[in-house]
């Protein structure tokens, strides 16, 4: 019973660890290798880019977007199209260790749901009117009438 109960302590333990190890902050940045959160632009051959964000949840994919795009329009005079918004499913590796008996366990393959993809094309500039053009025309540079004749 002791040797039991020691297991599940242990077990506890390393399942309280690797849930920590998860817990870390998301921090606004470029796809990086080691989280796997955040945005990647590339610029393309017609002026727009197109920016993918990678991110645990939509709002904070749709966050991240919004503000990339700030950052490479110099303000909020932008326009965006959206085409790509999904969880993708993707198939995670692993080993579990037996909680009643250490020394055995076993590797698992399993799909899981995995990070939320926002991807889309921004315009900078558009989306805005331009200023009409106010055309003034002054007294001297008025056409005037021919003179009738009699």
């Known amino acids: 019973m002791g040797w039991c109960s020691?297991?599940?302590?242990?077990?506890?333990?390393?399942?309280?660890?690797?849930?920590?190890?998860?817990?870390?902050?998301?921090?606004?940045?470029?796809?990086?290798?080691?989280?796997?959160?955040?945005?990647?632009?590339?610029?393309?051959?017609?002026?727009?880019?197109?920016?993918?964000?990678?991110?645990?949840?939509?709002?904070?994919?749709?966050?991240?977007?919004?503000?990339?795009?700030?950052?490479?329009?110099?303000?909020?005079?932008?326009?965006?199209?959206?085409?790509?918004?999904?969880?993708?499913v993707v198939t995670a590796s692993g080993y579990a260790v037996n909680a009643y008996n250490p020394a055995y366990g076993g590797s698992y393959t399993v799909d899981v749901y995995g990070a939320f993809h926002l991807e889309g094309y921004l315009r900078c500039g558009e989306g805005n009117p331009a200023p009409a053009l106010v055309v003034e025309q002054t007294a001297a540079a008025a056409p005037e009438a021919p003179a009738a004749t009699p």
């Open 6 to 88: 020691a297991a599940r302590r242990r077990f506890a333990v390393l399942t309280s660890l690797a849930l920590t190890a998860c817990a870390t902050p998301i921090v606004y940045g470029a796809l990086a290798a080691g989280s796997g959160f955040g945005y990647r632009d590339t610029p393309n051959t017609d002026g727009s880019h197109t920016i993918l964000v990678v991110a645990p949840s939509s709002a904070m994919a749709h966050e991240f977007w919004g503000r990339r795009a700030q950052e490479l329009c110099n303000g909020p005079n932008f326009t965006k199209n959206l085409f790509r918004a999904e969880i993708p």
